[in-house]
């Protein structure tokens, strides 16, 4: 990394020769010769290209796939109003050049997932730093950057805590550590009985997809959207083509209409539903709460309001068992409600803190579904919720405060519902420019160290302890060995339990290997006792006929594949370098009352999927407790893009209340710190830096 290149005696802001006398001689010839590769141009990646630059980095790329929004202004200053709607990377990097001249900085607009960014485009830099907001993001940069040997510096913000951490070979990686579980909620709870406000939020989301998005059997308020005791995929079948606004799969089964159920086998007694179709027996499309293409936007929403706030209420007033011991939900005429409304009603400010009334919301709820289904008619069946679609938001905001009023939850501002529905812990500017500034401070370390991180740290920024003696807000630990475990940087192996009659390789390949071991385009080879065969392979190069034969296996079970108990699946991917041995298990009908993608266990070092806080977190600090009976639903399942919910950070915010587990399973974020505490000292800190016991009591009370 040594650079032969003559050093200027002004880097960015800052004197060569002060940046030698501190962190030894050479550095400012490596910082102003090497290439640094920033992925995420957000509330960090913008501090840090600035910090990056005024330091005198002078060879920078930044990479993001994402345009500035103006909710980013208030904390991205990088960005101003004019910059609306243009490419972050592009425009960071223009602001940059114009304060720092000497800076070279490239703006690429793209994923970093995306697989012209291979092992050699890694390889082209001497180090790589995560800004990013997304666990899949980061896991990928992890074994990118493993695969190219490049450290990397990993960090997090949301809200008051941060993290800052590197990564480099032999020590701990991205996936060395399992993340805590994502809180999830009891479908009952969801579809029957909320009692804050995020059940309320959650609901409304559900409502959003299932009336705007694409057909999803996964949808826990599927049976709104039926109304007759169907199935699910009957209640669909039965709508004619002509009726269809989702998807192919939709279509394809309306070819097959089938017979709706008698009158009496109706729940709620409307009786209107035998509409002819080719002397079929149809489900009349007054029994949906999806748009039907071509109807009148006026009778589609007095459709929705009466099925959603008065049929399926009436329905749950019925189940008087859940009643005992709680009021029962109230019946409320939203349709009924009269529009003489003010226009600010009808076009509501999405920034307002002051609650919604249900009258508001009643307007607000018809004049969305009329304006979407009149004005966005080409999206419906595809729409999912996004907190930036101003019309989705208004949809949740208006029907989660209606579904409040039934149940008695307080009802939200659409500022609180954005927060809530978007995961949002609101940015702090302050907290991204703290974790800007670590940055540097490790990537002047590895400079100074010429590519070495033996002198890096993990750092992690609290919000100071109230009434603390010392008013301190970092903590900083040493870099943790790699786990010898871990299936990424170590030759882990992970076990992975179901049962092989019941599912099919395609909830192994998407769910198992894509979403939760962020696999990006896996090949499976099994090996059966004497038998070995590829069951899986995607990407480019395939010829026809494979692609067809690993598409038929997708829908075939892993028995019909011929894995057995104590088969293994080796699986690799070659752009991230990565290749693990997965060995299976059966369990017969493991998991039955789950939802069919949930029905395995993977088990081994391995992280779970993201967790959810944010707004949910204040609204829900306690672990819900889930009936048996009730299937659960991962947040992380419903939620559109993650905001600032990096998930370093997020482990911080949540562990510090988890218990240690006793293998230490859950070892990271802040708990780690708090464990250490515990023993009196924080790992990289000096005896005299002892965390006092009230200290640290007050920190903790303070994450709670
Ligand atoms: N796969 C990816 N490739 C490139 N950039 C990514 C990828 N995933 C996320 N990013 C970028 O990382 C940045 C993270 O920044 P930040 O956490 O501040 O989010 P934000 O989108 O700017 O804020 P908000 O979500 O609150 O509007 C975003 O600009 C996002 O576009
Ligand atoms: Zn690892």
Redesign the pocket.
């Known amino acids: 990394m040594v650079s032969a290149v003559e050093v200027p005696s002004t880097l960015g802001f800052t004197s060569a020769a002060s940046l030698d006398a501190v962190y030894g001689d050479g550095t400012a010839a490596r910082v102003h010769s090497s290439r640094i590769l920033v992925?995420?141009?957000?509330?960090?990646?913008?501090e840090l290209v600035k910090n990056l630059a005024s330091t005198g980095f002078s060879h920078i790329t930044l990479?993001?796939?994402?345009t500035i929004?103006v909710?980013?202004l208030n904390?991205?200053f990088l960005f101003r109003k004019h910059h609306v709607g243009k490419s972050?990377?592009v425009e960071a990097a223009a602001t940059i050049t114009a304060m720092v001249p000497s800076t070279e900085i490239e703006g690429i607009v793209?994923?970093?997932?995306?697989t012209k960014f291979g092992i050699s485009f890694f390889k082209s830099f001497n180090i790589v730093c995560c800004?990013?907001?997304?666990l899949?993001?980061r896991r990928?940069v992890n074994r990118m950057c493993l695969a190219a040997d490049v450290p990397m510096i990993e960090s997090g913000?949301t809200g008051y805590v941060g993290q800052t951490s590197v990564v480099a070979k032999g020590f701990e990686c991205y996936d060395c550590t399992t993340r805590p579980q994502p809180k999830s909620y009891a479908v009952c709870t969801i579809r029957s009985t909320p009692e804050k406000p995020v059940h309320c939020v959650v609901w409304a989301k559900f409502l959003y997809e299932l009336i705007f998005g694409p057909d999803d059997d996964g949808n826990v308020l599927k049976d709104l959207d039926m109304d007759t005791g169907r199935a699910a995929n009957e209640a669909s079948a039965s709508i004619p083509d002509t009726e269809k606004t989702g998807p192919k799969e939709d279509a394809k089964k309306g070819k097959e209409p089938v017979k709706a159920p008698q009158a009496n086998g109706h729940e709620n007694g409307h009786s209107e539903q035998s509409t002819e179709n080719n002397g079929t027996v149809i489900a009349p499309k007054s029994k949906r709460v999806r748009y039907a293409e071509g109807e009148d936007p006026e009778e589609f929403a007095k459709r929705v309001c009466e099925l959603v706030f008065v049929t399926d209420i009436e329905k749950q007033r019925k189940m008087t068992e859940l009643w005992q011991e709680r009021a029962p939900p109230l019946v409320y005429d939203v349709g009924g409600v009269v529009d003489n409304l003010s226009e600010e009603f009808k076009q509501p400010n999405l920034s307002d803190q002051t609650s919604w009334t249900k009258e508001k919301s009643a307007v607000v709820f018809r004049e969305t579904l009329k304006h979407i289904a009149s004005h966005r008619k080409e999206e419906v069946g595809n729409l999912t919720f996004d907190?930036?679609d101003k019309d989705a938001l208004m949809f949740v905001c208006a029907a989660s405060n209606l579904r409040s009023h039934a149940y008695g939850v307080p009802l939200q501002s659409p500022f609180a519902v954005k927060g809530i529905a978007?995961n949002?812990v609101h940015?702090i500017a302050t907290t991204?420019a703290v974790v800007g500034g670590l940055i540097v401070q490790e990537a002047l370390k590895v400079m100074a160290n010429n590519g070495d991180v033996r002198d890096c740290l993990t750092t992690f920024v609290s919000k100071a302890p109230v009434g603390a003696r010392v008013m301190k807000i970092l903590y900083p630990e040493q870099l943790r060995k790699k786990n010898e475990k871990c299936f990424v940087c170590s030759k882990g192996h992970l076990q992975l339990i179901l049962d092989l009659e019941k599912t099919k390789l395609r909830t192994v390949v998407n769910t198992v290997l894509q979403k939760r071991m962020c696999v990006l385009q896996p090949t499976v080879n099994l090996t059966a006792g004497e038998y070995h065969n590829t069951l899986y392979e995607c990407g480019v190069g395939l010829e026809a006929d494979e692609i067809e034969e690993y598409e038929q296996n997708l829908e075939k079970s892993l028995q019909e594949l011929r894995v057995t108990d104590g088969s293994e699946l080796v699986v690799s991917d070659l752009a991230q370098n990565l290749s693990c041995t997965v060995h299976v298990s059966h369990a017969s009908g493991l998991y039955e009352d789950k939802a069919e993608w949930e029905r395995f266990r993977l088990e081994g070092k391995i992280q779970e999927a993201e967790v959810d806080t944010n707004g949910v977190r204040s609204e829900d600090d306690s672990t819900e407790d889930v009936d048996d009976e009730c299937l659960e639903v991962p947040v992380q399942e419903m939620e559109g893009?993650?905001?600032?919910?990096?998930n370093t950070s997020v482990a911080i915010a949540d562990e510090a209340n988890v218990t240690v587990t006793a293998e230490g399973e859950d070892r990271g974020g802040k708990k780690r710190s708090l464990d250490h505490a515990e023993n009196g000292r924080l790992d990289g800190e000096p005896e005299s830096k002892k965390m006092r016991g009230e200290e640290r009591e007050s920190m903790e009370a303070e994450n709670r």
């Open positions: 992925v995420g141009a957000g509330g960090v990646g913008c990479i993001d796939l994402d929004d909710s980013n904390r991205q972050k990377a793209g994923n970093i997932k995306d800004a990013l907001d997304n899949e993001a990928h913000s907190k930036d978007g949002i940015a991204n893009s993650c905001a600032a919910a990096p």
